[in-house]
């Protein structure tokens, strides 16, 4: 942190403030959760306990953020810049979920190829990751650097957040939240806000809310989740020079790799590894099939499998590809890499055929590119035959092509005082498989944490916006918005 805050101005910033209000809470939600279609939420017996305790409001602010990945941590950082107050939970013990915890290696595209569509908080974790060392070297993710840069970034911020704090209960009436509960190691409490911003990814707070939501496809499938993964001892010149030009999986051997019976799963798709620093790499390697990342029990045999899986890998890439005979599994991610969970139903769904049209809309918040990217529910040839198909081919946009970002995908349907931010904003699956990344979270995350300062300020439902307004004072924050 930075070495000039006092010890008084650390716990501002941190959020270790107390209330002196309490309230009563119930385990259960005023509004029901919707129900997910792969699990009841129910015990093992059948019964149920009504859970009543006094707690704690520790935190009364302008607007609360669940969730400290790319999209809570740049909803954050916006809202602050409009003078607003703000504290952030975040469950893990560091900011940026999937590119730090999840160990995943690559930011994917912040540009267009001409344009840089990622302007405002994602410049400038660019612009920092830049002037480091080891994103030189390979223009991949490290994670402890990415950490500090998060860190750094929240701390000037003044924004208040604290670690190993999990959203557990929401209290929601007609509509508008009142509070929230939170659990951490010092116990339950309470945060009473007046916007709420869900970076979740899992749409946690939305849902719990009675927003309604999508899962999946059609018929409730899930894309796999992938445990990253940090490796050693690689040789890139060898790797470089000798990697095949015939593409996956013929190219990197992987026929004869099952052929011989190393993996257990046949799984055409290798994403692969990614180079950070001389002989470092970042593996997104593997899947978990049938994954629900808003399922412990789900989670918890997809992370046992995972772990296990990547020994067979590792003999993979020693076996079979050059420059890799001497590397080795040094760790694993302590999140799983997730997809895909909750779409939750705003006010606009985002579509494939916005999408294709390249469309432009008037409450634009934002622009991106990336194109679809939605991994096989399955693993089979046709199955990635068909992913490689749309990635690469049919839905890949030509350079300087982008498509627009509606304010109104960030609105709930149904609730007046959230915001969504991140992987569970609102789209269909195709679209989902584009914006999920990274440089879109940072997009849609600055987006809802100014239209949540504005909303605050004004006493302003988020569904009234003045788009005008907004459009203004993102621009002068650095996002990219050509059409505003």
Not at 188 to 211: C, E, H, P, Q
Not at 257 to 264: E, I, K, L, N
Not at 284 to 303: M, P, Q, Y
Request: a positive charge; aromatic letters at 10%; glycine letters at 10%.
């Amino acid at each position: 942190m930075n070495n000039h805050l006092s010890r008084r101005d650390w716990l501002k910033v941190s959020g270790i403030t107390a209330g002196t209000l309490t309230i009563q809470a119930l385990s259960s939600h005023s509004a029901e959760p919707s129900m997910d279609k792969s699990r009841a939420l129910s015990s093992a017996s059948g019964s149920s306990v009504v859970f009543q305790k006094t707690i704690p409001v520790r935190h009364e602010v302008d607007v609360f953020i669940a969730g400290g990945g790319p999209a809570g941590l740049a909803s954050a950082i916006a809202a602050r810049s409009q003078g607003v107050s703000v504290y952030l939970a975040e469950a893990h013990s560091c900011f940026g979920g999937m590119g730090t915890a999840a160990r995943v290696p690559a930011f994917m595209q912040f540009t267009s190829g001409k344009i840089f569509l990622a302007g405002g908080v994602g410049k400038e974790v660019r612009d920092r990751m830049a002037s480091q060392a080891p994103f030189k070297a390979g223009g991949n993710i490290d994670t402890e650097t990415l950490k500090r840069i998060y860190d750094d970034m929240m701390s000037e911020s003044k924004a208040g957040f604290t670690f190993h704090t999990s959203l557990i209960a929401v209290e929601a009436s007609n509509g508008h939240v009142s509070h929230v509960i939170c659990s951490a190691p010092s116990g339950l409490f309470a945060v009473r806000a007046k916007m709420y911003i869900d970076a979740t990814g899992n749409g946690d707070l939305s849902a719990w809310a009675g927003a309604s939501f999508e899962k999946g496809d059609e018929q409730g499938n899930l894309m796999p989740g992938t445990l990253c993964s940090t490796w050693s001892n690689i040789d890139w010149d060898t790797w470089i020079a000798s990697r095949p030009k015939i593409p996956q999986p013929d190219g990197y051997m992987l026929e004869k790799a099952f052929a011989d019976g190393v993996f257990t799963v046949r799984d055409e798709h290798l994403t692969g590894m990614h180079r950070f620093g001389e002989h470092l790499g970042g593996g997104n390697i593997g899947h978990t099939f049938g994954v629900d990342g808003t399922d412990e029990v789900s989670l918890t045999k997809a992370l046992v499998w995972a772990r296990k899986s990547l020994k067979e890998y590792e003999k993979y890439y020693r076996k079979y590809l050059k420059g890799f005979e001497k590397t080795h599994l040094v760790a694993t991610g302590s999140l799983l890499g997730v997809r895909e969970t909750r779409r939750i139903t705003g006010d606009y769904v985002l579509s494939l055929d916005d999408y294709k049209k390249r469309a432009t809309f008037e409450d634009e918040i934002g622009r991106y590119c990336y194109s679809i990217d939605l991994h096989p529910t399955r693993p089979g040839k046709d199955t990635y035959e068909q992913h490689r198909k749309e990635f690469d081919e049919e839905f890949r946009y030509k350079s300087g092509e982008s498509y627009g970002i509606p304010y109104r995908i960030l609105t709930p349907r149904g609730l007046n005082n959230v915001l969504v931010a991140g992987r569970c904003v609102s789209s269909d699956r195709y679209v989902h498989g584009s914006i999920r990344v990274m440089p879109g979270c940072f997009i849609t995350g600055q987006a809802a944490g100014i239209a949540a300062a504005i909303a605050a300020q004004k006493s302003l439902s988020t569904h009234k916006m003045d788009m005008k307004e907004l459009q203004g004072r993102l621009k002068s924050f650095g996002a990219y918005l050509p059409n505003a």
